[in-house]
């Protein structure tokens, strides 16, 4: 996937979780902290995103994770 692709997809799962912070993301540069989201709502992003690629990496790997191209990097690993 392209990185247009990834943050539409990232973008969708933002705004089931946190509406009023759709259409917020513009990079894979920064992390969903960065964004406002508190660290249930990120939780819950990564567990849309891991369901919708039907993806399951091993949690310790998650906790490596500090942006959103780190996340992007992991999940294209277990693709």
Request: glycine residues 8%; contains cysteine; aromatic residues 4%.
């Amino acid at each position: 996937m392209h990185e247009e692709q990834w943050l539409a997809v990232i973008d969708k799962h933002v705004a089931t979780v946190a509406p009023e912070l759709a259409g917020g993301l513009s990079t894979l540069d920064c992390s969903l902290a960065d964004l406002g989201l508190n660290s249930i709502d990120r939780a819950e992003v990564t567990t849309l995103l891991m369901e919708e690629f039907g993806v399951a990496p091993p949690i310790h790997e998650l906790g490596g994770v500090s942006d959103l191209r780190s996340l992007v990097t992991l999940l294209g690993r277990y693709l």
